[in-house]
């Protein structure tokens, strides 16, 4: 069973090396088309064993990815961008499920890693990446092309897997980010007039404007994205659309519409933890706190992996129980508060918050030596918070 790698690229040389390594162990052919490159992109390519084709870049990512499958010879075809990577064991699961007769396809979860200061620590997006050679297996629309439907159209089946890729998304730069969502911004209005009734279309449009930060285009696209749907459009997508908006309104302060937003995603996507989140956040803003601890019990059962679910999301489980800690404390539960916040130092006993607080719950409950220890080890970790230091000091004025 030949097996073919498949990527278009263009000045991909901090990245592409990486992952091509990741793939010369379990592929047999690698087919790389170069758009343009003016760096050494095509001299890297080269040296890990890949084929060069090169292809004029004419505003549209199926053409370019059409010719990489115009050159490939393998029986199975995996395509993959160069600021991904695939790891031993999931190489291990793709060369498994190849094997397998009756599918024409497979899906992979797509794993984004988040900035370290955000509340999920990592995206999971569900795509068909692995599929047979087909003449009729083409990739569709200019921009955030898709193989699926024209496996769909011959009735081809296609296998749900667990196969994780791994995709470094804050490798770009700022600036770089910026410019590929404006030029994505730029295909997407085009394709728009192409397509006006294609939600998916109308989908992408909204996370670029969302990506822009201009919120008011982006709820806009979203809500357009909804009215377009006509059935055919993957319920974990209208998840993804609802999820946006319930953000988009938390943020700008509609808490009826986030509410309403937050609810819906669970009914089509039930693996998304962050539904729980953002009802949790809603209640603790309106000193619902009990409310706000179900919801949160809610989020972390999803996110390790509870009732057979994979979560399509990974929350910061430091500052979940850091949450959930507060809620309790807010409650008077000073005994479930201090838990929650030992909860939260073991999974990242490097933040001083949780040793803080943890101290004030200590303090609470007349443990004095037990709230001078947190209050000094909150002390070593950062020497500037001054409500430690004054919480060291009545704990020496009362013992």
Same mark, same amino acid.
Request: glycine content about 6%.
């Given at each position: ?24 162990s379990f592929v047999d052919e690698i087919i790389v088309v170069d ?198 459009? +993957?319920? *974990? =997508?209208?998840?993804?659309?609802? $999820?946006?908006?319930?953000?988009? %309104? /938390? !943020?700008? &302060? ?35 706190f009990n409310t706000a601890i179900k919801y949160l019990e809610g ?6 992996? +509870?009732? *057979? =679910?994979?979560?399509?999301?990974? $929350?910061?489980?430091?500052?979940? %129980? /850091? !949450?959930? &800690? ?14 929650e916040f030992t909860r939260s130092i073991e999974c990242n006993a ?30 070593? =970790? ?11 000091? /009545? ?5």
């Open positions: 069973m030949r097996f073919s790698a498949c990527l278009i690229v263009k000045n991909e040389s901090l990245l592409l090396s990486r992952c091509l390594e990741s793939l010369r758009t343009g490159s003016t760096d050494n992109t095509i001299e890297i390519a080269h040296s890990h064993g890949a084929q060069v084709k090169y292809f004029t870049w004419i505003d549209d990512f199926s053409a370019a990815r059409n010719e990489s499958l115009r050159h490939a010879r393998g029986d199975w075809i995996l395509y993959i961008d160069a600021d991904e990577v695939i790891d031993s064991v999931n190489a291990g699961k793709i060369r498994r499920v190849i094997t397998q007769k009756d599918i024409m396809g497979a899906t992979v979860r797509q794993c984004i890693p988040q900035q370290a200061e955000n509340i999920v620590t990592a995206f999971y997006i569900e795509y068909c990446r692995l599929f047979r050679r087909h003449p009729a297996i083409r990739f569709e629309g200019a921009i955030h092309e898709q193989i699926l439907p024209s496996i769909e159209r011959i009735g081809g089946k296609v296998l749900r897997t667990d196969i994780v890729i791994h995709h470094w998304a804050y490798a770009a730069t700022e600036d770089k980010k910026r410019c590929r969502a404006e030029r994505n911004l730029r295909y997407l209005l085009a394709e728009v007039k192409r397509v006006p009734d294609d939600p998916f279309v109308h989908f992408n449009l909204g996370m670029t404007y969302r990506e822009l930060r201009q919120q008011d285009m982006a709820i806009r696209s979203f809500h357009r994205a909804l009215d377009k749907d006509d059935g055919h459009i +993957k319920r *974990e =997508l209208i998840g993804q659309i609802h $999820l946006s908006l319930a953000k988009l %309104y /938390l !943020e700008s &302060g509609n808490s009826a519409k986030t509410a309403y937003h937050a609810h819906q995603i669970s009914t089509y996507e039930p693996d998304n933890p962050l539904s729980y989140y953002i009802l949790a956040t809603l209640a603790v803003t309106n000193n619902q989020a972390i059962q999803i996110t390790k992996g +509870k009732e *057979e =679910l994979s979560p399509n999301a990974d $929350l910061n489980m430091s500052r979940i %129980y /850091l !949450e959930l &800690g507060c809620c309790r404390s807010a409650t008077g539960d000073y005994q479930g508060a201090e838990a490097s933040v001083a918050l949780p040793h803080l607080l943890l101290g004030n719950c200590r303090f609470m409950r007349g443990d004095l030596a037990g709230a001078r220890d947190m209050y000094e080890r909150t002390l070593v =970790l950062d020497p500037s918070r001054e409500d430690a230091q004054r919480g060291l000091a /009545l704990c020496c004025r009362r013992e």
